[in-house]
T-cell receptor
Framework: RKEVEQDPGPFNVPEGATVAFNCTYSNSASQSFFWYRQDCRKEPKLLMSVYSSGNEDGRFTAQLNRASQYISLLIRDSKLSDSATYLCARPGSNSGYALNFGKGTSLLVTP | EPEVTQTPSHQVTQMGQEVILRCVPISNHLYFYWYRQILGQKVEFLVSFYNNEISEKSEIFDDQFSVERPDGSNFTLKIRSTKLEDSAMYFC???????????FGPGTRLTVT
């Protein structure tokens, strides 16, 4: 059973475009979810935390839809530097708060 | 800005050898984690550590693996007898609280030959 699923992409978008990714999850009572950004062969870097309904930080907006069990990440006015893999993560239900990651969605922003 | 550090950045070892991967978590953090990522695959949880003991481990974290916090700053992952399939990026992470965000170190690339 896959707990966190993401469309692998790649999403190829021109600079300035708006792009959105979804991440679906199963069987979770988690109160929080996370979006990480991972560049090639680098560590995941925390992009946004998603609590309750959503979060916004500059060009990035994350939303949580509990009824449909998905979270989304919207990137407005895409920059070349946004090119990366975006990982969705949710904590497990056990005591250690281990993060379950999706496989990630690849974004390529082109000039 | 405080960050998690890891050494070495790349470790090459022969099958059957022991390796120790080192991490220095963010100084005021209390929860520590190890994850791994095999090339082309997703990030997978190995173990979490709090108050000098393991709080959770995955099925990957078998008897060949152990973790330790030998002093007030380092957090180590030991693999006793490496296998070819242990080749991966190993990431250390830390957080300030149980439900807080986890911050990752730059990783150690382990290559088992």
């Amino acid at each position: 059973r896959k707990e966190v699923e993401q469309d692998p992409g790649p999403f190829n978008v021109p600079e300035g475009a708006t792009v959105a990714f979804n991440c679906t999850y199963s069987n979770s009572a988690s109160q929080s979810f996370f979006w990480y950004r991972q560049d090639c062969r680098k560590e995941p870097k925390l992009l946004m935390s998603v609590y309750s309904s959503g979060n916004e930080d500059g060009r990035f907006t994350a939303q949580l839809n509990r009824a449909s069990q998905y979270i989304s990440l919207l990137i407005r006015d895409s920059k070349l530097s946004d090119s990366a893999t975006y990982l969705c993560a949710r904590p497990g239900s056990n005591s250690g708060y281990a993060l379950n990651f999706g496989k990630g969605t690849s974004l390529l922003v082109t000039p | 800005e405080p960050e998690v550090t890891q050494t070495p950045s790349h470790q090459v070892t022969q099958m059957g050898q022991e390796v120790i991967l080192r991490c220095v978590p963010i100084s005021n953090h209390l929860y520590f984690y190890w994850y791994r990522q095999i090339l082309g695959q997703k990030v997978e949880f190995l173990v979490s550590f709090y108050n000098n003991e393991i709080s959770e481990k995955s099925e990957i974290f078998d008897d060949q693996f152990s973790v330790e916090r030998p002093d007030g700053s380092n957090f180590t992952l030991k693999i006793r007898s490496t296998k070819l399939e242990d080749s991966a990026m190993y990431f250390c992470a830390s957080s300030g609280g149980l439900r807080y965000e986890q911050y990752f170190g730059p990783g150690t690339r382990l290559t088992v030959t």
